[in-house]
């Protein structure tokens, strides 16, 4: 169980960090005209699904049993990676 706090704790940080990416990009988007904020607008719902995907991981992985946990492990890594890889190139668009 300590190993499955352990890891929550650090999503918990992690979550943090893209939280504040996030308002930065939301401030960005939100100084674009109207045919920028169209033109990304697809990319957008991308970091949204990738959010949604990465929290329904997470929840699987606090209601999983302990031989789940190094599976479940690797798939929110793999959610975080494609969610923060979503708003770094959204970021950059917007730049």
Do not use: C
């Not at 302990?66 to 923060?84: C, I, M, T």
């Amino acid at each position: 169980m300590l190993a499955r706090e352990v890891y929550l704790d650090r999503v918990t940080t992690e979550v943090e960090e893209v939280a504040s990416r996030v308002a930065q990009l939301k401030g960005r988007f939100a100084r674009q005209k109207v045919s920028v904020k169209m033109d990304h607008y697809w990319e957008l719902d991308y970091v949204r699904r990738r959010f949604a995907e990465f929290k329904r991981r997470v929840q699987h992985l606090e209601d999983a049993d302990e031989l789940e946990l190094p599976r479940l492990h690797e798939n929110v890594d793999a959610a975080w990676k494609e969610l923060l890889e979503a708003v770094d190139t959204l970021m950059t668009a917007l730049h």
